[in-house]
């Protein structure tokens, strides 16, 4: 592994990469959509400078999410009350993902999962075969060069993998594999304790049917709505948010 992820390396375990992932999230959800599609536009760039039919493909896809982001996560849409408040929908990142998969993973996959994630607001934990491990650590290099704050995404061993999907933060998994993997995984979700995770599964990594979808990104939100409300007795204004708090 690259001497800039060493740091997560050597902490102990996959609870204090959660927590780091955890403390710098709600700063990296409230960047806002503009703001990240911007930043990974830039990393595309990065990624495409590398050379090869690998990056140009990684580099491609990392900008096919960002015009799905533009086009689905960026317009907050306002739905005026009964009352003549105002009521707009808008979305929000959900948490921590796990971006992972089995022999079946490529580059191409590994980077719409984890720009999907970044769009929509949420920190990405990469945990991919050893045979990628290489490509992924050269994608989260060009990540933070482009200006990505640190720790929203790093990389962790392959024989964590377990161990994160057993903590009761994560807000989900996505995953290139295999059915057989992808139940696994699926199972270590549902016999953990707390809020359920989401598990975003592509099956046909030689098509990405789910990945390159359009509508991809929007798996990995959470829709919020702000209500402001002139009307009040004496014209105080008001202001109520509700999500579903991430999950």
Excluded at 60 to 89: D, W
Excluded at 151 to 158: E, F, Y
Aim: net charge negative; glycine share 8%; charged share 20%.
């Amino acid at each position: 592994m690259s001497s800039l992820f060493q740091g997560v390396k050597s902490m102990t375990g996959t609870e204090q990469a959660v927590n780091q992932s955890l403390a710098v999230w709600e700063d990296w959800n409230q960047q806002g959509v503009e703001k990240r599609i911007t930043l990974l536009k830039a990393w595309s760039d990065a990624v495409e400078k590398r050379g090869g039919d690998e990056f140009s493909c990684a580099a491609a896809m990392i900008r096919f999410q960002c015009q799905s982001a533009k086009r689905y996560l960026l317009p907050v849409h306002e739905m005026p009350g009964p009352t003549g408040e105002t009521n707009e929908l808008y979305i929000s990142g959900r948490g921590v993902f796990v971006i992972t998969g089995d022999h079946t993973l490529s580059l191409t996959a590994l980077a719409g999962q984890l720009a999907a994630v970044l769009l929509a607001g949420n920190c990405g934990l990469v945990v991919v075969p050893d045979n990628l491990a290489n490509h992924a650590d050269a994608l989260l290099a060009d990540l933070t060069k482009a200006g990505c704050p640190s720790r929203t995404a790093n990389r962790l061993p392959l024989i964590e993998l377990d161990e994160l999907t057993a903590d009761s933060r994560l807000a989900g998994v996505a995953i290139t594999a295999e059915q057989t993997q992808v139940r696994d995984v699926n199972q270590r979700l549902a016999e953990r304790d707390g809020l359920l995770a989401q598990l975003i599964s592509e099956t046909n990594p030689s098509q990405l049917t789910l990945v390159g979808s359009p509508s991809y990104v929007l798996r990995f939100i959470t829709e919020r709505t702000r209500t402001i409300n002139v009307t009040a007795v004496g014209g105080n204004a008001t202001l109520l948010e509700l999500g579903s708090g991430g999950h």
